[in-house]
Antibody
Framework: QVQLQESGPGLVKPSETLSLACAVS????????WNWIRQPPGKGLEWIGN???????NYNPSLKSRVAISVDTSKNQFSLKLSSVTAADTAVYYC?????????WGQGTLVTVSS | DIQMTQSPSSLSASVGDRVTITCRAS??????LNWYQQKPGQAPKLLIY???SLQSGVPSRFSGSGSGTDFTLTISSLQPEDFATYYC?????????FGQGTKVEIK
């Protein structure tokens, strides 16, 4: 059974960079797309972007200037960096597998942007 | 971006009821439409992919239909564990976008 687990700081200061990692277990990171999706408290879901195991990426244009997603196949994990964060970036961040649909998800990690 | 609009935003229903949720895309997306269920404090769970294909392990009381711009998620007989928020999501183009959600509450 494939499992995904997010990790990273739960509190980030405004203007700093949010950094999260997603560890994939129970299966290989190869041959799949891997996504970051976020959900502000009490609100809906927003797709941030994805990375293929080869390293190619797709980003949401609304965040493209601030986001970077990378993959480390040797560690079977992928990562998210979101720069110049503001309070509007406070959300639960999920990692998920898939290109069209997202069949495996991490449990999510709440990241709060506050000084 | 393709806008996804769900209706209703919320509904109240009883156990055993037939429940229908609709999702409309701002342009034709063929059958590139997926449905998710999310319970409080949990990650979304994939129910239906490609508009009408049931994800492995999902009960058969869940079904999806539609193509083009209009789609439907149907729960044939609502069970206590089905009270949750449901989201549609298009995979026709990037960025992937979700509907705003439909909360199914106990009547």
């Amino acid at each position: 059974q494939v499992q995904l687990q997010e990790s990273g700081p739960g509190l980030v200061k405004p203007s700093e960079t949010l950094s999260l990692a997603c560890a994939v277990s129970g299966g290989s990171i190869n041959s799949y797309y891997w996504n970051w999706i976020r959900q502000p408290p009490g609100k809906g879901l927003e797709w941030i972007g994805n990375v293929y195991y080869s390293g190619s990426t797709n980003y949401n244009p609304s965040l493209k200037s601030r986001v970077a997603i990378s993959v480390d196949t040797s560690k079977n994990q992928f990562s998210l960096k979101l720069s110049s964060v503001t309070a509007a970036d406070t959300a639960v961040y999920y990692c998920a597998r898939g290109y069209n649909s997202f069949d495996y998800w991490g449990q999510g990690t709440l990241v709060t942007v506050s000084s | 971006d393709i806008q996804m609009t769900q209706s209703p935003s919320s509904l109240s229903a009883s156990v055993g009821d037939r429940v229908t949720i609709t999702c409309r895309a701002s342009q034709s997306i063929s059958n590139y439409l997926n449905w998710y269920q999310q319970k409080p404090g949990q990650a979304p769970k994939l129910l239906i992919y490609a508009a009408s294909s049931l994800q492995s392990g999902v009960p058969s009381r869940f079904s999806g239909s539609g193509s083009g711009t209009d789609f439907t998620l149907t729960i044939s007989s609502l069970q206590p564990e089905d009270f949750a928020t449901y989201y549609c999501q298009q995979s026709y183009s990037t960025p992937r976008t979700f509907g705003q959600g439909t909360k199914v509450e106990i009547k």
